[in-house]
């Protein structure tokens, strides 16, 4: 296992930003993918964004491009959700997860996964 941990969701409005981490200790050889999924109620858990560790490279969901960033820090351990722009439609639990091998955003891929952080954004 991989502990995960997830912070940084709110309630915002419309219009505003939030920045999400996950902080990832350890195990740096079962996560050469991470990423962020989401899932809004009654909804599947959808792919948000990916990051290749060890080169950096980044995907992202065509809902969000242009408007969210991910990115880790210095020690690769925390990786970033940096969510601008935000809409009502962007409400959903977010979550951190892990991946061996090479980066995709299908969460059936992914074996190690947070407890999931609360996004909430009111029109």
């Known amino acids: 296992q991989v502990p995960l941990v997830e912070s940084g969701g709110d309630s915002v409005q419309a219009g505003g930003s939030l920045r999400l981490s996950c902080s990832a200790s350890g195990y740096t050889s079962r996560r050469d993918c991470m990423a962020w999924f989401r899932q809004a109620p009654g909804k599947e858990r959808e792919g948000v964004a990916s990051?290749?560790?060890?080169?950096?490279?980044?995907d992202y969901a065509d809902s969000v491009a242009g408007r969210f960033t991910i990115s880790q820090d210095d020690t690769k351990n925390t990786v970033y959700l940096q969510m601008n722009s935000l809409k009502p439609e962007d409400t959903a639990m977010y979550y951190c997860?892990?991946?061996?091998?090479?980066?995709?955003?299908?969460?059936?891929?992914?074996?190690?996964w947070g407890q999931g952080t609360q996004v909430t954004v009111s029109s």
């Open positions: 997860a892990a991946k061996r091998g090479y980066c995709l955003m299908n969460s059936i891929a992914f074996a190690y």
């Open positions: 990051i290749n560790v060890a080169g950096g490279s980044t």
